[in-house]
């Protein structure tokens, strides 16, 4: 334990449309926090002008989408000078958008499907099928679709908007579907996702039993390296720090594409990061104990 951080606020909650499972992931890390030893509370975010209870040493952050993985709410302890976990406010704000982690992907010549954004529905869709659409700036998959035919174009962009200002259109890689956690500098293994008809939506992501989870990915070797490479490689082209999981796409015919970077991966039961850790032989307690220690603000 660090000897400095003992009292330990978990922000959960917050104000974005994954509020829930915020909820489900704070009350997870609580408890494995009081399990190994720190004087943890639960510290609820209800609005975007939160005030941070006295005493806190630092803070443990479980909150999803925005004022949580986009910068704000790290600005604020920032300007409190209250360590956190996690990244800083400008990796986060720059993690959170879709679309300027994939400039900074292609700046760093890391593959990346083909994309483009959009603030309004054309008539046909602007990239060759098939397709994914998705808000720049949500998580937990709302407002995604897959695309595979043009009638389906108009609703799946049209509902993406509804989410956002502005949507994401990249090319639908076909193949396996993997993640990759990082904690401080350790890579963990490759995980597999096998999601109910190849589609890893809301439902698969948090109904426990819906999906298969693989880990390690039963994958060659040589490709389990590489997508550990450019996962690490994502993860300091961001800037980020602390933790992150990286998603990549595998196609048929064995060629990775890095799809994005989640600064604050979800700390449920059927989450992905607890999943990886336990397989590099880390326990959840042993994973939020690590986390803590790295707690810290500034850039």
Not at 12 to 37: C, D, F, N, W, Y
Request: aromatic fraction near 8%; hydrophobic fraction near 40%.
């Amino acid at each position: 334990m660090n000897s400095k951080l003992k009292k330990i606020a978990v922000a959960m909650g917050g104000v974005s449309s994954e509020r829930p499972v915020s909820l489900k992931s704070g009350t997870a890390v609580l408890r494995a926090l009081i399990q190994a030893g720190y004087d943890a509370f639960e510290f609820d975010i209800t609005d975007t002008n939160p005030i941070l209870p006295d005493g806190a040493d630092a803070v443990f952050i479980t909150l999803h989408g925005a004022f949580g993985e986009d910068g704000q709410v790290q600005k604020l302890f920032d300007d409190l000078l209250i360590p956190y976990t996690g990244s800083g406010a400008a990796s986060s704000r720059l993690a959170f958008d879709k679309a300027a982690t994939k400039d900074v992907l292609v700046k760093h010549q890391i593959s990346t499907p083909a994309y483009t954004v959009l603030r309004e529905v054309p008539d046909t869709p602007p990239l060759p099928l098939p397709l994914v659409v998705k808000p720049l700036l949500q998580g937990s998959s709302f407002g995604v679709h897959r695309v595979f035919n043009e009638s389906e174009w108009r609703v799946a962009c049209t509902d993406a908007l509804s989410y956002d200002k502005r949507v994401l259109v990249e090319g639908l890689i076909e193949g396996k579907e993997l993640t990759v956690g990082i904690v401080s500098d350790t890579v963990l293994p490759v995980l597999e996702i096998k999601a109910p008809g190849g589609c890893y939506d809301y439902n698969a992501k948090y109904t426990v039993g819906t999906t298969e989870y693989i880990v390690p990915a039963k994958i060659e070797d040589s490709l389990s390296e590489l997508c550990k490479t450019l996962a690490w490689d994502t993860y300091n082209a961001l800037g980020c720090r602390g933790l992150g999981r990286v998603d990549i796409m595998l196609d048929t015919e064995g060629h990775p594409f890095v799809l994005e970077l989640n600064t604050i991966p979800g700390f449920t039961e059927t989450s992905l990061l607890p999943k990886a850790a336990l397989a590099a032989g880390i326990s959840f307690v042993d994973l939020c104990k690590m986390i803590i220690d790295l707690a810290r603000f500034g850039a």
